[in-house]
Antibody, heavy 119, light 110 residues
């Protein structure tokens, strides 16, 4: 059975940093693209970042470029999102998801971790 | 405001067939496949349809997807109360190298 479990969310002040983690089991993590998608309170889904199987290819939505870094540890079956210089508008539930290419789709999702940026 | 547009709400009665639209352009839906996600209240999104009209294992055949030109549609037949959820379409954006989600459609089963 596939499991994706996010952790690391919490309350952080504007300008602060946070590192999210996603522990994966139930499929071959090292062969999968992965991504982060967020959802602000009461709002829709917004893609944040993608990473390929070996971490050599990364993409980000414009609003987080230069502040967020996606990474992975295939030995630990884990995905990460390092977030710096956080803003109030980054407040959201952050979901990790496995990304299938050709044709693309996020097939499995975690339950999410809540990040609140507030003073 | 997303470049992919969905109606904010839809409704139907049990047993009815409802359709949710997803409108884009020649630079997104016109050239890329569309996926649909269902998000039940308080839950994570779940893949409902991928590659325009393919259902993952376990998704009932009451759910179907289609695409024509720069628009896509999700149809739900035999509506059940448990279908009350938010539905999102999504399409790959080659310039972003990532997906763009529609704003979501809140489906009410009356």
């Amino acid at each position: 059975e596939v499991h994706l479990v996010e952790s690391g969310g919490g309350l952080v002040q504007p300008g602060g940093s946070l590192r999210l983690s996603c522990a994966v089991s139930g499929f071959t993590f090292s062969r999968s693209w992965m991504g982060w998608v967020r959802q602000a309170p009461g709002k829709g889904l917004e893609w944040v970042a993608n990473i390929n199987q070996d971490g050599s290819e990364k993409s980000y939505v414009d609003s987080v470029k230069g502040r967020f870094t996606i990474s992975r540890d295939n030995a630990q079956n884990s995905l990460y999102l390092q977030m710096h210089n956080l803003r109030a508008e980054d407040t959201a539930v952050y979901y990790c998801a496995s990304l299938r290419r050709g044709p693309w789709h996020f097939d499995f999702w975690g339950r999410g971790t809540l990040v609140i940026v507030s003073s | 405001q997303s470049v992919v547009t969905q109606p904010p709400s839809a409704s139907g009665t049990p047993g009815q067939r409802v359709t949710i639209s997803c409108s884009g352009s020649s630079s997104n839906i016109g050239i890329q496949t569309v996926n649909w996600y269902q998000q039940l209240p308080g839950m994570a999104p779940k893949l409902l349809i991928y590659n325009n009209d393919q259902r993952p294992s376990g998704v009932p055949d009451r759910f179907s997807g289609s695409k024509s030109g720069t628009s896509a549609s999700l149809a739900i037949s035999g509506l059940l109360s448990e279908d009350e959820a938010e539905y999102y379409c999504a399409v790959w954006d080659m310039s972003l190298n990532g997906p763009v989600f529609g704003g979501g459609t809140n489906l009410a089963v009356l």
